[in-house]
Structures are given as C-alpha cells and as structure tokens.
C-alpha cells in the first residue's frame, strides 16, 4: 500500500540555520513527490515537485528536495531559514488522481 | 488567474444537521478533490470529481457525498453530522493530466 512516512514531528531551528526535514515514501512504481507548506489556518501551498529526470529539484521560496529511489527518500532542504518559514511541511505522494499524505512537521523558528 | 475559493471559509453546526461546503477550482481545471484535515487522522482524501463524475472516493462513510457542476464547481454535502466531523475541508484542483493539485484555503467546519 502507498504511505508516506515524516519521522519528525517537531522541529526547531535558529533563524540562518540549515534545514532538512525527511519523507519517506512506499509506492510500487515511478512516484510523483510533493512537498506542500501550511501556515497556521491556511490551505497548502505547494513547494516543489517531482515527477521525474533530475532528482534534484528547486522550489519557492529557496527549497529544494532530492529524490533518492535507493533509500525511498524526498527530504527536503533550504541552507538558512527564515523566520517566516515557521509553518507545517506535508511531504506527499501522488497515487490514482489522489494525494497521499505523511503526518507533517512542524517548524518552530527561533531568532 | 484566480486561486481555489472556497465558501464559507467558517462553519459551525449541531450533532445530527447536514452541511454543505463549496469549491470553485481554477479556471480551466475540471478535476476537483476534497480531503479532510483533523489533527488526529491528519490529510484525508475523500473524493475526486472530473467532468461531472466522481472518479476515485476515500475510505469514508456514505454520509459524505459530492457532485460537481458543469462549470467545474464543486460542492461535498455532509449528513447527519457527528462530533468527529469537526475538520477543516480543503479543496484542490488540477487540470487535465496534470497530477499537480492547488489547494484552496478550506472551510473550517466545527461540529457542536
């Protein structure tokens, strides 16, 4: 069965500090991989994606995620965060017209 | 172009009414789907709506229904509503062959 897998549920960061929060997926074929951002009361907004080709992908907002097919793994990354980057991450797999979700992170941003 | 709309964003209802929350996707995309967001069971996807016809429903109970509109407009109906129903409901859409969803900001729905 398809899942997604976010083993941090909280994270917590200094403003500047580099940033890698992890997904881990399980899908028989090719996967299409999202990362979606949630502030506080908001809808998703999508990060970046993956379909297929260069497993290194850029999104908004300076993000970037690399697909790695040997380890299941789309963790996503950003070298100095923002304090406005303090929100919930949803890392996402797409199945059958459907999106599959993992639990989410949650970042805490200190200044 | 116009992003998701979704209305009313703020709902609250009683044990046992029926609600009625609607989407109106992007211009052009004619796949809408809804997911159920709860702090306990997370991002749920309940259903999928392309053309009119539903294509692929989540593992939720009949009192959760949909239809959509020939204008791509979407609306998912909750009956008999219970306690656990209290979620917010977001819709998305994407266009054709596009696995691509834009969420809208979701109806926030509370359950009393």
């Known amino acids: 069965a398809q899942s997604v897998t976010q083993p941090d549920i909280h994270i917590t960061v200094s403003e500047g500090a580099s940033l890698e929060l992890r997904c881990n997926y399980s899908y028989g074929a090719t996967p299409y991989l999202f990362w979606y951002v949630q502030s506080p009361g908001q809808g998703l907004q999508l990060l970046l994606k993956?379909?297929?080709?260069?497993?290194l992908v850029q999104g908004i907002k300076g993000f970037e995620a690399e697909f790695k097919r040997s380890q299941s793994s789309f963790n996503l990354r950003k070298p100095s965060v923002h304090w406005s980057d303090a929100a919930e991450y949803f890392c996402?797999?797409?199945?059958?017209?459907?999106?599959?979700f993992g639990t989410g992170t949650r970042l805490q941003v200190f200044p | 172009k116009a992003g998701v709309t979704q209305t009313p964003r703020y709902l609250i209802k009683t044990r046992g009414q029926q609600v009625t929350l609607s989407c109106s996707p992007i211009?052009?995309?004619?796949?809408v789907s809804w997911y159920q967001q709860t702090p306990g069971q997370g991002l749920q996807f309940l259903f999928e709506?392309?053309?009119?016809?539903?294509?692929n429903k989540g593992n939720f109970p009949g009192r959760f229904s949909g239809r959509q509109f020939s204008n791509s407009r979407s609306e998912m109906n909750v009956s008999t509503l219970e306690l656990g129903d209290s979620a917010l409901y977001l819709c998305a859409s994407a266009g054709q062959g596009s696995n691509e969803q834009f969420f809208g900001p979701g109806t926030r729905l509370t359950v009393l």
């Open positions: 709506y392309f053309s009119e016809t539903q294509r």
């Open positions: 993956y379909f297929s080709g260069d497993t």
């Open positions: 996402a797999v797409g199945a059958l017209r459907k999106l599959i």
């Open positions: 211009s052009g995309h004619r796949s």
